[in-house]
């Protein structure tokens, strides 16, 4: 589905919608769909991060495993690369702040707990692209794994002692998968 909004293109992708609906099959709690309220702000905070630093947007795609912005090809320097990165979790950490001022202590681990997972140094989340402005690729590739293979471990680990709890296991495959494709 293409929706044209501002001059950008907004693609929801029929897999976004079929992620989410298995979630709140299998998760059956309302706190999904805070969480994925949360993603979008955290999301905004990087599209409101490039306007106002002047970076063109072409579209913006709404997949199985979050939201991908093309610029057109156009490369960024690396300060408005970084500042861009930053927006996602800095939005989390600041709405952190406010569930914990209004007592909202679901709310609040969400955002912190979305801050820390988007600020992981691997190449498709937003600590890799920041880490990317400072390293080489080679060095965020290899972080990456490490990284991913660190959270395997801990997500077999939650796996076995809960009996029942794959969450951890099936989110570390994603991040060790996903810093192993990208260079």
Do not use: Q, W
Not at 54 to 74: A, K, P, Q, S, W
Not at 127 to 142: E, H, M, P, W, Y
Not at 148 to 173: E, R
Request: charged share 15%.
């Amino acid at each position: 589905m293409r929706i044209k909004i501002r001059g950008v293109t907004l693609i929801i992708n029929y897999y976004f919608i079929a992620v989410l609906t298995l979630m709140l099959v299998v998760f059956r709690n309302e706190s999904i769909l805070l969480c994925f309220v949360f993603c979008i702000l955290h999301e905004l905070g990087h599209l409101t991060a490039m306007f106002f630093l002047g970076e063109r947007v072409r579209n913006v795609t709404l997949g199985y495993f979050g939201m991908r912005i093309d610029c057109g090809g156009r490369i960024m320097s690396r300060l408005h690369e970084t500042l861009i990165a930053a927006a996602g979790p800095a939005v989390n950490l600041i709405l952190a702040f406010v569930c914990r001022i209004m007592n909202f202590d679901e709310a609040f681990g969400m955002n912190i707990g979305l801050a820390a997972f988007n600020l992981l140094p691997v190449s498709m989340l937003d600590g890799g692209r920041i880490l990317s402005s400072f390293a080489g690729d080679r060095i965020v590739k290899n972080v990456g794994i490490a990284v991913g293979i660190f959270l395997c471990a801990l997500g077999a680990a939650a796996a076995v002692y809960t009996k029942n709890n794959f969450l951890i296991l099936i989110v570390s495959l994603y991040v060790l998968i996903g810093a192993i494709k990208n260079n």
